[in-house]
């Protein structure tokens, strides 16, 4: 007797300029995956590669951006990248964009089996695990997207190093009250730029999108904040601009 597979969900991003079948129940995609894209300075016949990329919402974003990247999507969850692969095809993006089912801390032989070997991406972007392991989610997939141990953060920054080429740029996004964490592990990547991100004005950042460079020593920028509601709740015009028409971070428009 055949099992039911899970149910799942179509949702737009971006306004409606992707369309993305995701799990009902379980971690599903939101505004960190676009701001995530948003700030990705990828530019067109470069290569990106996104590192737990789920049904692949901010990889898919960014190649819906930038017209001639092309993009990886790496996730473990056989379901999810078996989603992202559907994603990409159901929006046109399957020639740029492919999909591989791969654990983030797997050996660099397997990487290289899947196609990904050493210094073979301009970019990487990701939102990695940043739960304890005592908060964990029932839901497995919830629990893959979600929960780090305490070095999962480290692995996760070692493997996007390796694949970056010389002078590749790292993108993360992550909670704001872990920078420390971050900053921390990101010994061997350098020119190192952090953009808070505010729910409202006059209010404690919730994330930060942080930018590093491989083989660079340039000092650590903090940039201008992106503040996503004015004291109103409507969305600003910046982050109105990121999240509903796909336009990339703009420094100069905050």
Known sequence: MAVAADPTSDDALLG???????????????HDAVLLA??????????????????GAAGLALARRVEGLAVTLVEIEPSLAALARENAARNE???????????????????????????CADHVLMNPPFNAPHQSSPDRARRLAR?????????WIDTAARLLRPQGALTLIWRADGLAAVLAALTQL???????????????????????????????????????????????AAAEAILRDGAALDQKAR
């Open 147 to 155: 929960d780090a141990s305490s070095d999962t953060l480290a692995q």
């Open 190 to 236: 350098g020119a190192i730029a952090i953009t808070p991100v505010y729910p409202k004005p006059a209010a404690a950042a919730i994330r930060v999108l942080i930018s590093a460079t491989k083989n660079s020593r340039a000092p650590l920028t903090l940039l201008p904040g992106l503040v996503l509601a004015d004291s109103d709740n409507k969305p600003t």
């Open 38 to 55: 948003a700030a990705t300075p990828a530019r067109r016949g470069e290569e990106a590669i996104e590192l737990g990329a789920g049904v």
């Open 16 to 30: 409606g300029k992707l369309v993305l079948r995701q799990p009902v129940a379980g971690h599903r995609f939101g």
């Open 93 to 119: 993006l399957a020639a740029r964009v492919r999909a591989v089912c791969l654990d983030v801390e797997a050996k660099p032989a397997q990487f290289v089996a899947a196609g990904l070997s050493e210094n």
